[in-house]
């Protein structure tokens, strides 16, 4: 099955790539491996939620910050497909950087990134089993509560 094919099985519809925001690409082939940008969870353009990820008023909470991170994943895929060419010709996902813009006393930023870990399962199956880091961060670009880069394999 194509990776076009797995994506359409699971009723998902691969973003629009986002525009740079600065002095970079979405994403740069090297090689048998894509690296992708930093990628927040933009839809249509904009951000689902602005701010910290942590327990209380005002603050981003986790659940949904997983669900971003997945969001996340899709952007991070879209610049590779879009990088390559051809969304069949990614293999794999090598590596997963996550960034939780959180408050100090958070610290379940590998649960969040999860969101990202888990789509590429869905997937890819075993080829989107990967090394990852989830760092905690004090704030993101444009106040986003995460942010993804990723190494895929392609063929």
């Given at each position: 099955?194509?990776?076009?094919?797995k994506?359409?099985?699971?009723?998902?519809?691969?973003?629009?790539?986002a525009t740079?925001?600065?002095?970079?690409?979405p994403?740069r082939?090297?090689?048998?491996?894509?690296?992708?940008?930093?990628?927040?969870?933009?839809?249509?353009?904009?951000?689902p939620a602005?701010?910290?990820?942590?327990?209380g008023?005002g603050r981003?909470?986790p659940?949904d910050?997983?669900?971003y991170?997945?969001?996340c994943?899709?952007?991070?895929l879209?610049?590779a497909a879009d990088?390559?060419?051809?969304?069949?010709?990614?293999?794999?996902v090598?590596?997963l950087?996550?960034?939780?813009a959180?408050?100090?006393?958070?610290t379940?930023q590998?649960?969040?990134?999860?969101g990202a870990?888990?789509?590429?399962?869905?997937?890819?199956?075993?080829?989107?089993?990967?090394?990852r880091?989830?760092?905690?961060?004090?704030?993101?670009?444009l106040?986003?509560p995460v942010?993804?880069e990723?190494?895929?394999?392609?063929?």
């Amino acid at each position: 099955m194509t990776l076009s094919q797995k994506l359409a099985d699971l009723d998902i519809d691969l973003p629009p790539v986002a525009t740079p925001a600065g002095a970079y690409v979405p994403a740069r082939v090297h090689g048998d491996l894509v690296y992708t940008a930093g990628q927040l969870p933009l839809v249509a353009g904009a951000l689902p939620a602005t701010g910290k990820v942590g327990e209380g008023h005002g603050r981003v909470a986790p659940g949904d910050a997983h669900a971003y991170a997945r969001l996340c994943a899709l952007n991070a895929l879209a610049a590779a497909a879009d990088a390559v060419g051809d969304v069949d010709r990614i293999s794999g996902v090598l590596k997963l950087t996550g960034f939780v813009a959180s408050v100090p006393e958070f610290t379940a930023q590998p649960a969040v990134i999860n969101g990202a870990s888990e789509l590429f399962g869905e997937i890819f199956g075993d080829a989107g089993a990967h090394a990852r880091s989830a760092v905690g961060v004090p704030v993101l670009p444009l106040d986003s509560p995460v942010e993804v880069e990723v190494v895929f394999t392609i063929d």
